[in-house]
Nanobody, 127 residues
Framework: QVQLSESGGGFVQAGDSLRLACVSS????????LGWFRQAPGKDREFVAAISASSINTYYADSVKGRSRISRDNAKKTVYLRIDNLKPEDTAVYYC????????????????????WGQGTRVTVSS
């Protein structure tokens, strides 16, 4: 059974940093592309960051580019998302997702391409 479980969310102040983690089980983690998405109150879910199976390639949304980093530890079957200099507009529920990739260099930004999702972790950034 495929499972993705996010953690690390919470209530933080603007300017703080946060590292989210997503632990996986039930699939061959090292063969999967991974992504982070978020859904703010009253808004659609949006792409945040993605990483290829090999970790060679990463991609970031403009909203977090330059102040975030996605990484993965295949031995721990865990993907991380660190965001620095948090802003109130980063307030959202953050989800991780996985998809078996045809190539270990593929980065997948389209949420409709992802098959497996976690339950989300809430991040609230106060000004």
């Amino acid at each position: 059974q495929v499972q993705l479980s996010e953690s690390g969310g919470g209530f933080v102040q603007a300017g703080d940093s946060l590292r989210l983690a997503c632990v996986s089980s039930g699939f061959s983690f090292s063969s999967y592309a991974l992504g982070w998405f978020r859904q703010a109150p009253g808004k659609d879910r949006e792409f945040v960051a993605a990483i290829s199976a090999s970790s060679i390639n990463t991609y970031y949304a403009d909203s977090v580019k330059g102040r975030s980093r996605i990484s993965r530890d295949n031995a721990k079957k865990t993907v991380y998302l660190r965001i620095d200099n948090l802003k109130p507009e980063d307030t959202a529920v953050y989800y991780c997702a996985s998809k078996r990739a045809l190539s270990d260099t593929y980065v997948i930004r389209d949420q409709n391409s992802y098959r497996n999702w976690g339950q989300g972790t809430r991040v609230t950034v106060s000004s």
